[in-house]
């Protein structure tokens, strides 16, 4: 992988293909290996910059995180890489939040919108509350904590069972600061329902049936929310469908790009 510092981070990324621009934003505690499919298979149209955030994957990790430090660490790959024009903006789950953020930030580096598995409104004070335990858990005990727990709830019920201990592999390595910090930046997220009104870019907005952990029912919120927004719910997948049904959503991201 490529490293470039930023902010006080070595940050991880690759960058594949050629063409119009995509910014993938992976979800928690996840890697830029979740776009990989799609940069495999539409590399010869788009160029995929796919950073491991900040704790995540293979960058560098401190205890310091936001949703406004993943979005400035992007906004400085993007610098490093002189991208100066609009990018399409893709994020699944913790990724899509990032995404918003990223659009509040900089609405003049968004030319496209991509929402996946993903949900626009804050934590409850009980979430809020969860989330600070399971980081209190995680730094005392390990990231098996967050890598048992979530596995179950991140794929369809018909899910390769390959799949399955490739994703538990690549959350178990994350290091436990790094899964901490994400979960505190999670909680202090802001509700980007407010938002709404402010994305003035074409948007696609993806999710699976099944997906247990941002069911389909907040998808269609941000879909009934952001103007012209375009929703599509994907049979038989969970809370990965990048990975999960790759032809499917390469096919829908395609065919939004044009
Ligand atoms: C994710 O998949 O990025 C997270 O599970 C989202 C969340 O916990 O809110």
Redesign the pocket.
């Known amino acids: 992988m490529n490293t470039v510092h930023v902010n006080g981070i070595d940050l991880a990324y690759e960058d594949r293909g050629s063409g119009a621009p995509i910014l993938c934003i992976?979800?928690?505690?996840?890697s830029h290996a979740l776009w990989l499919p799609a940069a495999e298979a539409l590399g010869d149209r788009f160029r995929f910059i796919m950073p491991d955030l900040r704790g995540m994957g293979q960058s560098g990790v401190t205890d310091e995180a936001s949703m406004q430090l993943y979005a400035e660490d992007l906004a400085a790959l993007l610098d490093h890489l002189k991208i100066d024009g609009p990018v399409t903006v893709l994020g699944?789950?913790?990724?899509?939040?990032v995404a918003f953020e990223f659009v509040r930030r900089f609405p003049q580096r968004v030319a496209k919108l991509v929402l996946v598995?993903?949900?626009a409104g804050a934590?409850s004070d009980e979430?809020k509350q969860e989330?600070a335990t399971v980081a209190q858990k995680v730094l005392s005990e390990g990231v098996y904590v967050v890598a048992d727990g979530?596995l179950p709830?991140?794929f369809a019920k018909s899910a390769d069972k390959g799949l399955l201990d490739e994703w538990h592999a690549i959350l178990s390595a994350t290091e436990a600061r790094g899964v901490a910090a994400a979960?505190h930046a999670?909680a202090a997220r802001p509700d980007s329902r407010e938002s709404f009104g402010d994305i003035r870019v074409p948007t696609l907005i993806v999710v699976g049936e099944e997906d247990a952990?941002?069911p389909p029912e907040l998808s269609r919120e941000m879909a009934e929310g952001i103007d012209g927004a375009r929703l599509e719910i994907v049979p038989s997948a969970g809370?990965m469908v990048p990975v999960e049904a790759p032809a499917v959503f390469n096919q829908l991201l395609a065919d939004f790009l044009g």
Request: proline share 4%.
């Open positions: 992976h979800g928690f505690p996840l699944l789950s913790m990724g899509g939040y598995d993903t949900q934590d979430k989330r979530m709830k991140l979960l999670m952990i941002t809370h």
